[in-house]
């Protein structure tokens, strides 16, 4: 092996001065070497079949079988420094041929050698098998019907047809296991641009090693500009496993664990979500990060400076797929695949994701009453309803970057809720107050106006959000429009005479959310907002000629049950500061109550 790197070593040296006596001498030496491993190749294969010769029934001596391993070892090194051999002098001709304009046929008189890598996929087409996914530790593989005559055959046949087409999100096809793939490495411009002059300094040569093939090699010389880019290495890794948590309408967290030579196994996660309604578009442009590593030989295999370095192409081991009137966005979901260990032993595993939808997922009610109404602190709603639903518009992150590293994901105007609130106000305290009367007009208080709003419709729209994957914090910007009824009795209360005044309420705010748990979290809004009442409103005995600036603080803190987020409990303390020329005049509210679903129907993934 020490030879084989020493004649590579000098002929990237030599390569600089780009003469065709340097590519015929070192091709040459190349292939003095192929061919003394090769000899020793087929000699070790040789003693490999005598020793696996002895191994009978009548005969388990230990030192046979120790004798046996040992072999395989020395041979399978040996096809390796083949494979290292093969590729240098692949490069090398990619090498000339792109900057001394040589031709291929007279470089392959100095290495005239054909070469199977050790470590390529067989020739051998496998069928990709086919799994529904209904959750975890629930799929169904579609070969338990094949060859399967009757009638319990078409039943099971028919139900399957009949569930995928009801709630068929799409196919996620994974590897088989233990499937080989290149690493990709991140080149900078001016790395880049140093491969391209051809400069003899020892980082050159290191960098010029690492590009996994003569065609990619020869893609990078042939490059007009000199941009940063990932490029195709020489590096191997095989396929283990892969997690998925779909959520915000892509595919947030994407971890897998891939496996090197020494059997050590690396984690590798994506850093920026993939939107699952673009994936087929932008799904090959991105790359997963290396995470952690699970190691049984530390001393062998890959380092955790030389991984930092090395990234995966998601679509390399992950794909997504729909059939056309599937294209949608799905629920929040966690896959594991494979699911069975067995899945995917033998071929690549085709799994078509099966998710119910029901309105409990969709639409989230809230009921919350108000400690300070309860205990006769404020005049605000004894009991209130909330109803929320949200719709994607445009859930596309995209990288917030500096130079190579990712510093979370940002997303433009990624949802759109409609909202109704409804609060019950007790009879004596359901009115707004009035301020004072002027000119034959009642001027009603108008922060007060906004405290007793009994009815309120509107939509509210996140205009940019930013989030890490590693950091529990989100924090978004949003726009909101309502619509408000408040009403005003301008009578007595034995004789009531009542107004219903409407206002358009429009602004925006910032909104923090953390999590301390998976099911223990923080939010804080903060919001300034204007309530419209003198273009919605035509009294002739009250006066409406006013907008309303209202500045509010909203905390809460929320737990629900693990992996149930939609039956949840919550305390939330609101503050309305009025911004007018009363600085001074607000109000609170102390709510507490319940987050809850339509039904109580299990959801199955």
Known sequence: MKKTLLIILSLMCGVCWGQQSDAEKYLRELSASYVQDSTKLAEGTLILEEIKAKIVPSNQDSKVLNELTQQIQETRKIQVRLDSVYTAAQTAMSFYIAKEKLKLEDLKLFFPHKHQMSTGDSTAQEE????????????????????????????????????????????ITIPKKGQPFYFYRYFTGGEIKKIKKGSSDSKMLKLYNLIASSSELINVLLREKNTSDYILTGKVFKFNSLSVEIKDGYFYDIIAKVDDEAGNTHIFSNQVGQSVLFFSSYGDRKFMYYSHSEKKDAMRGYTDSELSNLYIKLTDIFSYSYDIGNHYIPLELNIKLPDDIKDNNDSNVRYKIVQEAPLEKIVELRVYSDFLALFGEAENGLVQVDGRATFYLFPYPFPVLRGNSIMGQIEFLPTLSPYVNYSRFENDNRFASLEHIQDDLIHPQRLNLVEKRFLTMGVEGEIIKWQHKSAPVKLSGYGFLNYNISELNIGTEEIRDVRGLKSMGYGGGLHLSTKRFNNFGFDYKVELSWFDYQNFNVYNDVATDFIVPVFKHEAEIFYHANGNPNSAIFVRLVTHNYKGNKIDDAFYQFQFGYKFALGNRAVRK
């Open 128 to 171: 990709t098998k086919l799994i529904s996914y209904f959750g975890e530790d629930q799929t169904i593989d579609h070969d338990i019907l094949k060859n399967k005559t009757g009638k319990e055959a078409e039943i099971i046949r028919s139900a399957l047809m009949t569930v995928n087409k009801d709630h068929y999100l799409g196919d």
